[in-house]
Nanobody, 126 residues
Framework: VRLVESGGGSVQAGGSLRLTCAAS????????MAWFRQAPGKEREGVAS???????EYSHSAKGRFTISHDNAKHILYLQMNSLKPEDTAIYYC?????????????????????WGQGTQVTVSS
């Protein structure tokens, strides 16, 4: 599965961005999807995850500000980011795994994903 992110950019603190992750066509009963980010000098961290049944999980820093969603028919994953802070500056990556059933997505973004996008840069200035 090929994943392509878009929607990154530069915004001022308090602003919003919507990231998009378009997946190549696939046929699967279920899918686990997530957004990750990696800031300079830091390890990659999970931001949010969603499964094909719509079950979501958010990191502490994302909760209340970010919303993950997906369009199953179009194979598109979204991350709506509001009230952005300078500490949100990072390269954002989407990840996807195809599974027989959404119950296999219970690890959320702690899952060891096998398919990754190339990343999109988000820069938030103060």
């Amino acid at each position: 599965v090929r994943l392509v992110e878009s929607g990154g950019g530069s915004v001022q603190a308090g602003g919003s961005l919507r990231l998009t992750c378009a997946a190549s066509q696939y046929t699967a009963i279920g899918s686990c999807m997530a957004w990750f980010r990696q800031a300079p000098g830091k390890e990659r961290e999970g931001v949010a995850s969603i499964d094909s049944n719509g079950r979501t999980e958010y990191s502490h820093s994302a909760k209340g500000r970010f919303t993950i969603s997906h369009d199953n028919a179009k194979h598109i994953l979204y991350l709506q980011m509001n009230s952005l802070k300078p500490e949100d500056t990072a390269i954002y990556y989407c990840a996807l795994d195809l599974v027989p059933d959404a119950k296999y997505c219970r690890d959320g973004y702690s899952r060891d994903f096998g398919n990754w996008g190339q990343g999109t840069q988000v820069t938030v200035s103060s």
